[in-house]
Nanobody
Framework: QVQLVESGGGLVQAGGSLRLSCAAS????????MGWYRQAPGKQRELVAGITSGGSTNYADSVKGRFTISRDNAKNTVYLQMNSLKPEDTAVYYC??????????????WGRGTQVTVSS
């Protein structure tokens, strides 16, 4: 069994910063790509940032230059540093990871989400 547990969400004023963390635990052979998605009320879930096992990153245009994704492979953890937050960043943020549990089985896993609210 594999679990992803997010932490670090909360309420912050516009212009402020937050750092999200997501730790994977359980039956893990290896972790490939990891990423952060978000879903605002009434909107579809969207990719915010992704990072490969080798450290290559990609970002949504709306967060480029403000958010930074990183990972600690020794801790099976991915981070999202969010700076210069805007009210439109308000959403539930979800962690995603493609995890190999054995030589023959891998799949995507999702965390339960953490709320980020940015007040104007």
């Amino acid at each position: 069994q594999v679990q992803l547990v997010e932490s670090g969400g909360g309420l912050v004023q516009a212009g402020g910063s937050l750092r999200l963390s997501c730790a994977a635990s359980g039956s893990i052979f290896s972790i490939n790509a990891m990423g952060w998605y978000r879903q605002a009320p009434g909107k579809q879930r969207e990719l915010v940032a992704g990072i490969t096992s080798g450290g290559s990153t990609n970002y949504a245009d709306s967060v480029k230059g403000r958010f930074t994704i990183s990972r600690d492979n020794a801790k099976n953890t991915v981070y999202l540093q969010m700076n210069s937050l805007k009210p439109e960043d308000t959403a539930v943020y979800y962690c995603n990871a493609h995890i190999r549990s054995s030589m023959y089985y891998s799949r995507d896993y999702w965390g339960r989400g953490t709320q980020v609210t940015v007040s104007s």
